[in-house]
DNA sequence: GTTTACCTACCAAACGTTAGGTAGGGAGAG
DNA sequence: CTCTCCCTACCTAACGTTTGGTAGGTAAAC
């Protein structure tokens, strides 16, 4: 019952179906803002007054954009894996080595540490199963596809694992550097994820 | 900056500075009703009318037995790490062989998955760092002390790691399998965590 | 003159918390 | 033996605040 994930998306930065007059980018704002906040304080911590004033508008205006708080956090969500996706291709033909490609994937979980302590958004989102909108849930998982996908395309093509354990490889790899991650942020010390990273990859779970 | 653990504590189920006269149970049921909404929805998510009609009481009533909804927390997440270390080391002193401790390790964590899809409550509150008050953060630190040591003295009394790197490889394993947990829970499906055990097995972080 | 992009001004529900009350029991004084 | 006093273990009722959400307006752009 797994969702086929289409990897190769052309990245608009607006939905197909509405035209974008001028400048539409107090939705972009909100939905840059609202994944900043959702990373430090996941869907439930996130609210619209307090949106609204980091994006410099009104908590009700809001709703001239999204629906409701759980459309604008499907909006989040698709929007965070559509650029996780695209950084992961860029990361993938920069340089055109699946083995170096593999050794900075952790970076881009890092950044969202080094960013205040955040994580990933779909990582928080994850812990929040039992109280996210169906709509948010499936992208969060959609998110781990992705991931997963470019992990296991990645490592069959680095030759370092077998092609027929490249998948439940891959998993493992995303499912350690989410708990890394969650490690680091309860001590608020990057230090620690980087320790664990080195320690996936003297484990061999990672290649070093 | 590291604070010490001991894990050779007497485990009380009252204070030692109050005399628990007859059953004060309702002090019990509302700390376990409490661990568990916390394994679900988390710290944020826990909230005193449910918690009052889960134990059975009104919501005021819970003020009679903690000042305030923090310190609740903390005393949650104080007696889960008390818990857990009592299971650990019941865990090392069954067969006494550490390496069939080892192996059963991750049970501790499949049985919240198994519990209707919760998943280990520090796990969660590492999460909601940003909004944990300091007492329950800081008790939430020492659940993960309290793992990670126990994990560390087992795999170097097994021999299956060197002395010097059991410390990383505990933490590697701690962080591996809370990330687990969360994939598993983010799909409500508990195989994907065996799955994720069986890989790390297969990929060398835990001992086959 | 309709649409776009907001706004002000609300609302009902839910939140943690507080005030003040009550039923019952144990302990000491008379 | 009983009366008073205090403690425990709750309760009802409300507080102020925050939450997601709504109704209706306005000023500019097309």
Redesign the pocket.
Known sequence: MRQAVNLCISFRRTDSNEDV??G?N?REKILASARTIAQAHGYGG?????LAEAVG?????I??YFP???ELGAAVARRYWEDSAAALEALASDGADPRGALRRYPETFRKALASDNRICLCSFMAAEYDDLPDGVMSEVQTFADVNVAWLSKTLAASGLVQAADSDARARAIFAAIAGAQLMARSRADIGIYDALIDGYRAAGLLPA
């Open positions: 007059t001028v539409s107090a996130l609210n619209f007054r307090d508008i009104k908590a009700a205006s709703y001239h409701g708080k759980a």
